[in-house]
């Protein structure tokens, strides 16, 4: 069993920055990758940037240059820099370990799939 807890969310004004982490517990050896989704009122859960075991990233189009994903596989976390924040980034962000990522990113799905509770960031304009 995979636990995953976000932190790092909060109110910031638009052009500043927030480091959102996820910090999972238990085993994770047999998952190949891990991202961030975000979900605003009303839409869907999407996928924000994944990131690979062997260091692989992706990123949806709305955020390339300006979030960065990274993971500390010493500490089992992962962790997402935003910067250049905008107020359409405002959305509940969610931590993914499993399928939903790896089936995503084009890999093999390891058959597990981990969701962390959210943490919401607010972007003012």
């Known amino acids: 069993q995979v636990q995953l807890v976000e932190s790092g969310g909060g109110l910031v004004q638009a052009g500043g920055s927030l480091r959102l982490s996820c910090a999972a517990s238990?085993?994770?050896?047999?998952?190949?990758?891990m991202g961030w989704y975000r979900q605003a009122p009303g839409k869907q859960r999407d996928l924000v940037a994944g990131?690979?075991?062997?260091?692989?990233?992706s990123y949806t189009q709305s955020v390339k240059g300006r979030f960065t994903i990274s993971r500390d596989n010493a500490k089992n976390t992962v962790y997402l820099q935003m910067n250049s924040l905008k107020p359409e980034d405002t959305a509940v962000y969610y931590c993914n370990a499993g399928h939903s990522t790896a089936q995503r990113m084009g890999l093999s799905p390891p058959g597990m799939d981990y969701w962390g509770k959210g943490t919401q960031v607010t972007v003012s304009s």
């Open positions: 990131i690979t075991s062997l260091g692989s990233t």
């Open positions: 238990g085993s994770i050896f047999s998952i190949n990758a």
